[in-house]
T-cell receptor, first 113, second 110 residues
Framework: NAGVTQTPKFRVLKTGQSMTLLCAQDMNHEYMYWYRQDPGMGLRLIHYSVGEGTTAKGEVPDGYNVSRLKKQNFLLGLESAAPSQTSVYFC????????????FGPGTRLTVL | KQEVTQIPAALSVPEGENLVLNCSFTDSAIYNLQWFRQDPGKGLTSLLLIQSSQREQTSGRLNASLDKSSGRSTLYIAASQPGDSATYLCAVKGAQKLVFGQGTRLTINP
């Protein structure tokens, strides 16, 4: 039982390049989330999904796209990377109930030059 | 729009002291409030979850309180240890999402 995993762990991109971050979970979470964490800003929600085939915008969605074709996977795409997207990206899984928390992956550190 | 604030941003105390971390939020319509721990270069680990109808939760040396009417929560750490050094984040949960504070970076000095 691996929990929530993220691929890759580190990546360096040049401005304008594209990439996809993969989040996988084996905990049967209905909900999945992508956050970015920047110094002094806490975690900010980029996009989330409430089930297979669904996606929704979070607080900072511009410049990112997501897909949830399978329940266990949630992909975050950057079509044309910008230096402002340099950040640590976290994926999480969870549920919507009042007693539910979220389970986080280890993060992906992305640098855009 | 929900906003969550944590004070102080950083705290350094000697080993063995009891300490309190603070969290405030602007909208009292929450499902629950959660405290997470984050070690450097790692993801977040849930420490305590307080339902909106509860006043406090305890786990070992940790005690979290919730005053929903005033929009405040505290995390009390008793008899602090160097292994408690980490960043502590508070988050409030609405219907579908968590909103996080900026965190308090805690250092326990041996």
């Amino acid at each position: 039982n691996a929990g929530v995993t993220q691929t890759p762990k580190f990546r360096v991109l040049k401005t304008g390049q594209s990439m996809t971050l993969l989040c996988a979970q084996d905990m049967n979470h209905e909900y999945m989330y992508w956050y970015r964490q920047d110094p002094g800003m806490g975690l900010r929600l980029i996009h989330y999904s409430v089930g297979e085939g669904t996606t929704a915008k979070g607080e900072v969605p511009d410049g990112y796209n997501v897909s949830r074709l399978k329940k266990q996977n949630f992909l975050l795409g950057l079509e044309s990377a910008a230096p402002s997207q340099t950040s640590v990206y976290f994926c999480a899984g969870g549920a919507s109930g009042r007693l539910d928390t979220q389970y986080f992956g280890p993060g992906t550190r992305l640098t855009v030059l | 729009k929900q906003e969550v604030t944590q004070i102080p941003a950083a705290l350094s105390v000697p080993e063995g002291e009891n300490l309190v971390l603070n969290c405030s939020f602007t909208d009292s319509a929450i499902y629950n409030l959660q405290w997470f721990r984050q070690d450097p270069g790692k993801g977040l680990t849930s420490l305590l979850l307080i339902q909106s109808s509860q006043r406090e939760q305890t786990s070992g040396r940790l005690n979290a309180s919730l005053d929903k009417s005033s929009g405040r929560s505290t995390l009390y750490i008793a008899a602090s240890q160097p292994g408690d050094s980490a960043t502590y984040l508070c988050a409030v949960k609405g219907a579908q999402k968590l909103v996080f504070g900026q965190g308090t970076r805690l250092t326990i000095n041996p």
